[in-house]
């Protein structure tokens, strides 16, 4: 089944090399902003109560993917699904930036790993309630994370 | 700008009403599963050493939307970006739910809150250390989260 997704605003931080745009946005101290198109700024409203953003949008600078991935974090090859690698079926990225101020349709924002110019697709509130998880097992990565 | 999506699977509930559907995986204690399409099998790997996973999916029952929304746990009209309401410009569903037994192309899972039938789009790792952050701030939420 096919879906037409339309970005809704544009994610402009300070990477425009892959090479260097860090892999997540908890290893990265980087500021950026987001510019909502006009025509969503209503949306935005009550947002600024959150301190922690979601952020779906589209890795526009993927490649084709293949199945079975090196993770930028690892050595061997992983299932994609187990990775967050940009090359995906949908390549849809998901990340969690902190929200520092909502000055209409623009949204400063802190801890950004996206290349600037990125597709927005959505914004959802962060809540722990919803979205933290204790007693979690992290397969391969468990392995890599302190290096 | 436009971006076409295609399902990659399908999740299997035991809802197939809205108003049964719990909100949120943290408030649903019931199982489900992932089908995701055999072509994509060999992607699975390495996901079974996760307990947590993240779902992308579409919200394939969701409405038009409006920029301003009651939430399901409010009863004040919201901007549609700090709720999760389904009915989005891009209806784009993400849930985290635990992952109990990868089985070929099945992932058995736990804490559906999703309509049987959904369409899936993306699966990513979760991991604590990209995707939970403390010291957090949930605005109108916050006064509604004990209720």
């Not at 959505?122 to 391969?140: L, N, S």
Request: with cysteine.
């Amino acid at each position: 089944m096919e879906f037409m997704m339309k970005s809704i605003g544009v994610i402009h931080t300070p990477f425009i090399d892959k090479k260097q745009t860090p892999i997540q946005p908890t290893r990265s101290q980087a500021s950026g902003y987001v510019e909502v198109y006009p025509i969503f700024t209503k949306g935005l409203q009550d947002l600024e109560g959150f301190s922690h953003i979601i952020l779906l949008y589209i890795f526009h600078q993927s490649d084709s993917y293949t199945l079975r991935v090196k993770p930028f974090l690892d050595d061997q090859l992983r299932g994609l699904f187990a990775t967050r690698h940009p090359c995906r079926p949908n390549p849809i990225g998901l990340s969690i930036v902190r929200l520092l101020a909502c000055r209409g349709n623009i949204l400063d924002i802190e801890g950004v790993d996206m290349l600037d110019g990125t597709p927005l697709l959505d914004i959802k509130p962060y809540v722990p309630d919803f979205d933290v998880h204790t007693d979690v097992k992290t397969g391969w990565y468990a392995r890599r994370r302190k290096e």
